[in-house]
């Protein structure tokens, strides 16, 4: 069973280190993401504090998988 657990964490882990980096490209080149003078707005930023999160938890649950699969 904690290999199954770790396969999916890891495959959690994937899955986020694909799709957020994608998605903080469109938020970085939507047009809410600056001001008239060029400025990050809180859009740009509330954005970004949010991949980051989710990225931080990729980089656990990667490290968690393959310290599970190890131990096992």
């Known amino acids: ?10 495959a959690n882990a994937a899955y986020n280190a694909i799709v957020w980096p994608q998605f ?13 003078h060029g400025a990050y707005t809180a859009f740009f930023r509330v954005h970004a504090i949010l991949i980051g999160i989710a990225l931080v938890l990729a980089l656990a649950s990667a490290v968690a998988g393959i310290w599970g699969l190890v131990a096992a």
Do not use: G, P, Q, Y
């Open 1 to 10: 069973m904690s290999v199954l657990l770790s396969v999916l964490l890891l």
């Open 24 to 36: 903080f490209k469109r938020v970085k080149n939507d047009v809410r993401a600056r001001d008239e």
